[in-house]
């Protein structure tokens, strides 16, 4: 019991020493907070419920951790408050005269910590009082019944900022002691601080670059993050979960720990070294030459890749890489020894020990000796499986979940693809395997896209793969073929299953004609309710009859079509969306997707409607077409084209975008004056060319219109 008295035991006169000497450390911090926060919110105190008002941002950004002088505040402070009250450690007379007091090391140790929380926490703590004193009602304008300077809210804030503060000023003591001096103490405690995001950053890097199907862009950016709560705190306003608040208080009390028994294992003698444990001089010297081989091996393979052969593979990245440790571990190695003379016997044993950890590191990730790549989930252990990517192939807002999915979100139609019966989870499975044949050929060309694979299997754990496919391996797929025409994927975004079953209004148009006429030309709307009921059912049939190839056929594009739905029928749409521009400047929500020439009930139902003629291009209206072939930027040779048959078989090889756009072919259209849209094009037109006004018999629109490059 004497023991564990004596490690929890503080000198009250030195801690009052210390807080006459420092005092000025608190004085500043809430000058700091004050004159950046509370004097700006005083000055806009009697208007800040007003939506137009600077201080209902400046409270948003306060409370959401978001607002820039209080975040650096909370780095600065705690950093700077460890490094004066340790700084004794790193001067050999303050260093002997202080433990020649009658204080054990726990005594100093904890009184000087103790120091710190005081100096931290008061000027805190007095933003604190003084936000709640000025608390009142200002609400959301996205929700009325959200108050943004609530009492919880503040609470919550400053419940973050204890956290922040207390976990920088921790690690800051962790690096007073391990180093001998204030410099380096400066810098590592500033460096560990976000250490392990950056090694996770960095290992997620070669993960990347290395394994097939290894999906970065999940959730991985909010895993790093979320290792240090000030990383958190800036990243999401949500709260600290249970989960995450009890590894912050762990890794806290193993820092605060190692720090004790290391402090009490220091040799007064090593002050003014750069590092006192030889273990840390290791450690660090490793560090610096770990990431000073994945800058400069990245670097390489940045510009390797514009070389052949071996450049082009992985050999400039692992040149890189070489070079890279040979310099950054002997730049470490005099860093940490405050020497230049690194070239030594010690100094070659642990490069050539690095050396081999590096290589093992690399090349575990480079041959995937775990087995990353090739790992498919038995279909017995599978419960469900969600394709993300399938649905944008489009690039329509057809598949949008906002239309099919309660609370669903504007732009998000990825939500809406998941699988659970076992014959579609074989189908998923066949896609999971066939991509990982693809990528491993790693030969993209032209258009390409990112597919996801999310498994949830019956133990719970999560998989997750992610690849980059080539436009050319999507057609030709027999597995993504039979997906897409099944009738499980078919029904997922049947027009049976919106949410709104039917719009309040339906316009179609010719993108080119609508785009150069601004809306004048080729754009009809029906409000009609059984005109709308006949082109659903039209739409419906031909999406249900729509093969995999066709869905894929860029330049078999007859027009454009928007299905507006009334918001205020949309059900439990999320808050954002609620007040997204389209919806409460315009009170609807449009699903727009291209109309293909092989829809066959869509156009006939146009034709027999009378709207035909404004959906397509007349050849006989066109003058000339001039063809530019595009390579690598630059535009070759223009080519004119004024026979009608070339003419007609160009208009009909439009695409909406290029496969390559390093490589392609685009147009630009001379029409003739008697075209029946020739009055209707851009009004600048008109003004910038006087041979349209002087009756010249022909006008070329400076519009780029793609084709297909399989034609010449």
Wanted: proline content about 3%.
């Amino acid at each position: 019991m004497k023991l564990k008295l004596s490690y929890l035991s503080v000198s009250s006169p030195l801690i009052l020493e210390n807080l006459k000497r420092f005092w000025s450390l608190s004085v500043l911090s809430f000058l700091g907070y004050f004159v950046s926060g509370i004097i700006p919110l005083f000055l806009t105190y009697d208007v800040v419920e007003h939506s137009y008002q600077p201080g209902r941002y400046l409270i948003t950004s306060m409370l959401s951790n978001n607002y820039f002088p209080y975040m650096a505040l909370s780095l600065i402070v705690p950093v700077i408050g460890a490094v004066i009250l340790y700084r004794f450690l790193h001067n050999t007379a303050s260093v002997t005269m202080i433990h020649s007091l009658p204080l054990t090391r726990a005594q100093i140790f904890n009184s000087n910590f103790i120091s710190g929380i005081v100096l931290i926490f008061i000027p805190l703590i007095l933003t604190f009082l003084i936000l709640l004193m000025m608390s009142k009602p200002v609400y959301d304008n996205m929700d009325l019944s959200v108050n943004l300077f609530s009492r919880a809210l503040i609470l919550a804030w400053f419940f973050k900022a204890v956290i922040i503060n207390l976990f920088v000023y921790l690690v800051s003591i962790f690096s007073g002691i391990i180093s001998g001096n204030t410099a380096m103490h400066m810098f590592l405690a500033f460096w560990f601080n976000f250490l392990l995001p950056s090694l996770y950053g960095i290992s997620i890097a070669y993960f990347n670059k290395f394994l097939l199907g290894f999906d970065s862009r999940s959730q991985l950016g909010d895993v790093a993050m979320s290792l240090v709560p000030y990383l958190k705190a800036i990243s999401s306003q949500e709260p600290y979960s249970l989960l995450l608040l009890t590894y912050y208080f762990v890794l806290m009390a193993v820092i605060l720990v190692s720090s004790v028994i290391l402090y009490h294992k220091r040799k007064l003698e090593r002050s003014g070294d750069s590092l006192v444990f030889k273990a840390s001089i290791v450690i660090i010297s490793y560090l610096i030459a770990f990431y000073g081989m994945t800058a400069t091996s990245f670097s390489f393979d940045v510009v390797g890749a514009g070389f052949q052969g071996f450049l082009k593979s992985n050999g400039a990245f692992y040149l890189g890489l070489f070079i890279g440790i040979f310099i950054f571990f002997f730049i470490g190695r005099m860093i940490v020894t405050k020497s230049t003379r690194v070239l030594n016997k010690s100094g070659f044993k642990q490069l050539l020990i690095y050396l081999v950890i590096a290589l093992l590191f690399v090349a575990s990730v480079d041959l995937d000796l775990t087995g990353f790549e090739k790992r498919v989930p038995q279909l017995k252990t599978i419960k469900q499986i969600e394709l993300l990517g399938f649905a944008s192939i489009e690039n329509s807002s057809r598949y949008d979940e906002i239309f099919f999915v309660e609370g669903g979100n504007l732009g998000n139609y990825n939500q809406k693809t998941l699988f659970t019966e076992a014959k579609d989870l074989e189908k998923l499975v066949a896609i999971h395997k066939s991509m990982i044949s693809e990528g491993r050929k790693s030969n993209l060309k032209g258009r390409d896209y990112r597919m996801s694979v999310y498994y949830e299997k019956n133990n719970g754990l999560p998989l997750k793969r992610a690849y980059t496919v080539s436009y050319e391996y999507l057609v030709n797929s027999k597995e993504f073929k039979d997906l897409y025409e099944s009738k499980s994927y078919k029904d997922l975004y049947s027009f049976k299953n919106l949410l709104v079953k039917m719009p309040s209004s339906i316009a179609f148009y010719n993108e080119y004609l609508m785009d150069v006429t601004e809306n004048q030309y080729s754009y009809s709307v029906i409000d009609n309710k059984d005109e709308i009921e006949t082109l659903m059912e039209a739409l419906e049939m031909d999406y249900q009859e729509r093969t995999w190839q066709q869905h894929l056929d860029n330049k078999g594009i007859y027009g454009f079509i928007e299905l507006s739905f009334d918001s205020n029928e949309l059900k439990n749409l999320s808050k954002e969306d609620q007040y997204s521009y389209v919806i409460r400047e315009k009170g609807f929500s449009v699903m727009s997707f291209p109309v293909r020439k092989t829809d066959a009930h869509t156009i006939k139902w146009m034709e027999d409607m009378g709207y035909g003629e404004t959906m397509a291009i007349d050849p006989l209206d066109i003058e000339k077409i001039t063809i530019y072939n595009r390579i690598d930027w630059e535009d070759g040779e223009a080519t004119t084209i004024t026979d009608k048959e070339e003419i007609k078989a160009f208009i009909d090889s439009i695409i909406r975008e290029p496969e390559d756009y390093s490589n392609y072919k685009y147009g630009i259209i001379t029409f003739k004056q008697s075209a029946p849209y020739s009055t209707k094009f851009y009004d600048y037109l008109l003004h910038s060319r006087p041979d349209i006004i002087d009756g010249a018999s022909t006008f070329t629109v400076d519009r780029e219109i793609f084709f297909d490059t399989g034609r010449s």
